[in-house]
DNA sequence: AGGGCTTGTTTAGTATTTTTAACACTCCTA
DNA sequence: TAGGAGTGTTAAAAATACTAAACAAGCCCT
């Protein structure tokens, strides 16, 4: 019933990937994948599971659709980003705060030398990132880890969570949260 | 590969419905609800959105809150980010991929010398970022500019976007995009 | 023009889902 | 105690998803 080729094949070709190549990494055959796009076939839950996988969406994602919206300028220059923390310990500068209907929150976060969240709760959200400069130990839930320029994190913002600065000098983060709870 | 079984189940009592029940008001059989919730089989789109319809629920809603019980790790390694991109022109290095049920994807973007994505849309999303090093031309609409470290930006993906990298050598961009529907 | 690659589609066969029908069980009630 | 009406599970066929292989069309070579 509902038509999911036509969304398929417009993710499909956006990523710029031929029905073989698709094929290919999910595993399922491009006969499937052509029957799937022009609506042919229902296909499982388990193989729509794959194919999404290997599009880098989810279940989800793909099903979700969302209202209209407004004109409005998408850019933020580095001296417009508006602080919403605090600069002396720890800052965090979001993207987006003229956005009519902002659904996610990206922050570019800096941490002085030493500058610590303390344990943290939220509701129901989610939180990635990447470590930009200097280094950051990341502690969710029970496990701690420290984490470089380069390496990442996506995490439940349920979970207990704490960001601390550990290393000699300023850190930096970009980070992502949804639903935007500030 | 997802569990769903349990979930439906739940919604099922939660009604006070009979297999038998659910089975008349869906049009589907009382045998293959069983075997649905007890994961003995994978069903297809087309009769899971019956079954949800006959619960009052839609494929959305039901993925939205499919609890995320599994075990994971929130540590993405700059190493273990997964390439869901082409590394020769364009690399998109996706943070967050084990995570059980994602609604935003955080990319790591590595631009080339001269590495253009052409005009693309999308359905209905949201897309911030900020570039982290080299220069980047990001067209929105009608609208154009260059960004560049620690530049930001922040718009609808239904609007044509192009992101051009106008810097001699790499650029890098670090993004968030919700629904991960990229 | 003709090969050799790619792309997406179709067809015939296999595997899986889905149905129909029977089984086993509990809870009532006569 | 026996029977009916309810529940969820299992075992057969039937229908459908899925695969493997062949087909057709387009593009780039020389």
Redesign the pocket.
């Known amino acids: 019933m509902p038509k999911i080729g036509d969304k398929l094949r417009e993710l499909?070709?956006r990523r710029d990937l031929?029905?073989?190549?698709l094929a290919l990494r999910s595993?399922?055959?491009?006969?499937?994948?052509?029957?799937?796009?022009?609506d042919?076939?229902?296909?499982?839950i388990?193989?729509?599971t794959a194919i999404l996988d290997a599009l880098g969406t989810t279940l989800t994602g793909f099903f979700m659709d969302l209202p209209s919206r407004l004109p409005y300028t998408p850019f933020y220059g580095a001296s417009e980003l508006v602080e919403i923390g605090k600069p002396q310990a720890i800052s965090y500068r979001m993207i987006g705060m003229n956005h009519p209907n902002r659904q996610l929150l990206m922050l570019h976060e800096t941490y002085t030398e030493g500058a610590d969240t303390g344990l943290a709760f939220t509701h129901t959200a989610q939180e990635a990132g990447m470590v930009t400069r200097g280094a950051i130990e990341l502690t969710v839930g029970s496990e701690c880890r420290v984490l470089h320029s380069g390496d990442g994190y996506y995490f439940d913002s349920r979970l207990p969570h704490r960001f601390r600065n550990v290393a000699p000098g300023k850190s930096e983060i970009l980070s992502a949260i949804t639903p935007p709870t500030y």
Do not use: N, V, Y
């Not at 031929?18 to 190549?21: A, L, P």
């Not at 042919?40 to 499982?44: A, D, F, N, R």
């Open positions: 499909r070709r031929s029905g073989r190549e595993g399922i055959s491009h006969a499937a994948i052509s029957l799937i796009e022009r042919h076939m229902s296909p499982s388990d193989t729509l």
